[in-house]
């Protein structure tokens, strides 16, 4: 299961810290992602990192501005955005496959619920 | 804009067999696999077909997944009220290093 936390309101410039609650599954062995839909859109995967924490990856949107992290000891994926601007308003979910590792044989076979965030003055 | 293409929307009547389209290119669907994604409306998504064809355990066999080339397709046979939904493809882009999405289509069950 996944559980993210920390969405709302901020205004363009400003940061948000994103959290995703894992459990029932070893978080330490999978690769997670966040992907973000925004309002009548689709989606978008904004950003994954490996199961080790040791590599990350970003979509061109949000790369320089947005960091993704986990703690495996307390099985918490985070998603730090700074400098926000108003098209990243949007839920964003977290997800995870089958691999420990970013790769063209998985899917996201697990989705959180999402957290909206807001952008706007 | 998506990377990859979907039609906005699709429509068929109960029972009836639709077919949803997805193209892309060759750094995404034509060297990988291609995954497909049911949204209902207010909830998250949820992977219907993975690997071009394969489904997740609960996912019923009216639902299957096809690519050729650089183009992917997902049926519905039997098509039923409930199959009314946002579906989207999505494949790995070897260019970008990550995840890409179609645009997603809306099915009508008239």
């Known amino acids: 299961q996944l559980l993210e936390s920390g969405g709302g309101l901020a205004q363009p410039g400003g940061s948000l810290r994103l959290s995703c609650a894992a459990s029932g599954f070893t978080f330490k062995n999978f690769a997670m992602n966040w992907v973000r839909q925004t309002p009548g859109k689709g989606l978008e995967w904004v950003s994954g990192?490996?199961?080790?924490?040791?590599?990350?990856y970003y979509a061109a949107s949000v790369k320089g501005r947005f960091t993704i992290s986990r703690d495996n000891a307390k099985n918490i994926l985070f998603l730090q955005m700074n400098s926000l601007r108003v098209e990243d308003t949007a839920v964003y979910y977290c997800?995870?496959?089958?691999?420990?590792?970013?790769?063209?044989?998985?899917?996201?076979?697990?989705w959180g619920q999402g957290t909206v965030v807001k952008v706007s003055s | 804009q998506s990377v990859m293409t979907q039609p906005p929307s699709a429509s068929g009547t109960p029972g009836q067999r639709v077919t949803i389209s997805c193209s892309g290119s060759?750094?995404?669907?034509?060297?990988?696999?291609v995954n497909w994604y049911r949204q209902l409306p207010g909830s998250a998504p949820k992977l219907l077909i993975f690997?071009?064809?394969q489904r997740p355990s609960g996912v019923p066999d009216r639902f299957s997944g096809a690519k050729s080339g650089a183009s992917a397709s997902l049926a519905i046979s039997g098509l039923r009220s409930d199959d009314e939904a946002d579906y989207y493809c999505?494949?790995?882009?070897?260019?970008?290093?990550?995840?890409?999405f179609g645009g997603g289509t809306k099915l009508t069950v008239v």
């Open positions: 690997r071009n064809h």
């Open positions: 997800a995870n496959g089958w691999f420990d590792k970013l790769n063209p044989y998985d899917a996201f076979d697990v």
């Open positions: 060759s750094s995404n669907i034509k060297n990988n696999y």
């Open positions: 990192i490996i199961g080790s924490g040791g590599e990350t």
């Open positions: 999505s494949s790995w882009d070897d260019s970008l290093s990550g995840w890409v």
